[in-house]
């Protein structure tokens, strides 16, 4: 799958086609807010609750640009879909972003080693997003 | 709205406009700068005794036309998920033995969400009671938790009654400015 790239020099959606974010949260308020920063910076969206549904998503139709992901979720953690993106040939290319509540050095030094785009503290911010989705293009 | 004199009343027979200017416009505009300083003056007071922090303006900067009521439907989420996290917590307390792994990982998310909207008070007795799960501390968990189910009591009142006053300040706002 190619990946998009924005005509313009801002946002995810001002080129030919939109950057599409699928934003993970097992918390129904972050996941509100992770996908009203994002299409305000004019991203395409999709919100799932669990590392699950967020793997049969990438499954049925990977275009997406980049994955958000709690790290805390009950059945499977951030840390593990991230390990599983990465370990996958058709998937290991999409930027992984990890959110947490917690800010543990061993944890995050985890998810970087372990291929991890960037590591959020919660709650986040937009200059949190705009500052690492310049990097996706 | 309605004017309450009769068209007897000697003013109205004389200046009918005037009446109008005079016992319309004035009330409204009163009424409507009257609601607008109680809804500032709730705002303040809720950032003053600390149950807001600077996160909640997060929040409404998040707020356009496009997602005209994003606050208070984020807030709406954040009692139906905390409520029944309470819900929870109240019943996981109630077993033997205590389960802290359990009660932890539910005041986890509970305090996460708070923190996401602003809620400081609640936040901080979330931490408080973490603090007793980690020992192991039932005892310190139940008064904690009492403390909990106070602050979030108390902050979905006056939360509510703050949407509420923020409905009834918007369209007076709106009737003042279009009688320009």
Not at chain 1, 11 to 40: K, P, T, W, Y
Not at chain 2, 32 to 47: E, H
Not at chain 2, 174 to 180: P, R
Request: glycine share 6%.
């Amino acid at each position: 799958m190619s990946s998009s790239r924005g005509g313009n020099g801002r946002g995810g959606g001002e080129g030919e086609r939109q950057i599409h974010v699928l934003a993970v949260d097992d918390s129904s308020v972050d996941r509100a807010m992770i996908a009203r920063i994002l299409r305000s910076a004019k991203y395409r969206v999709t919100t799932v609750d669990s590392g699950k549904k967020a793997l049969e998503l990438l499954g049925l139709e990977p275009d997406v640009n980049m994955i958000i992901t709690d790290y805390w979720m009950p059945e499977m953690t951030g840390y593990e879909l991230l390990k599983r993106v990465k370990e996958s040939s058709e998937l290991r290319e999409i930027p992984v972003v990890i959110m947490s509540s917690e800010n543990v050095p061993n944890r995050i030094n985890r998810c970087l080693a372990e291929g991890a785009e960037d590591f959020l503290l919660k709650p986040v911010r937009p200059s949190d997003v705009s500052r690492l989705c310049s990097r996706i293009r | 709205m309605a004017l309450h004199f009769s068209s007897a009343h000697p003013i109205s027979a004389l200046h009918p406009l005037l009446c109008f200017f005079l016992h319309d416009t004035y009330p409204e505009m009163e009424y409507a700068s009257g609601l607008q300083r109680q809804l500032a003056s709730m705002k303040k007071n809720l950032f003053d005794q600390g149950y807001l922090d600077e996160q909640f303006y997060q929040l409404e900067e998040l707020q356009d036309e496009s997602s005209p009521n994003f606050v208070e439907e984020v807030v709406t989420l954040f009692f139906r998920d905390s409520s029944r996290l309470v819900a929870n917590i109240d019943q996981a307390l109630q077993k033997y033995p205590q389960d802290f792994r359990r009660l932890d990982n539910f005041m986890h998310q509970l305090k996460g969400s708070a923190s996401s909207i602003g809620a400081a008070k609640m936040k901080n007795e979330c931490t408080s009671f973490r603090e007793f799960c980690n020992k192991e501390n039932r005892e310190g968990c139940l008064r904690s938790f009492q403390k909990v189910k106070k602050e979030h009591a108390v902050l979905k009142q006056k939360l509510e009654n703050y949407f509420q006053l923020l409905k009834q300040v918007g369209p007076v706002d709106k009737a003042t400015h279009s009688g320009n």
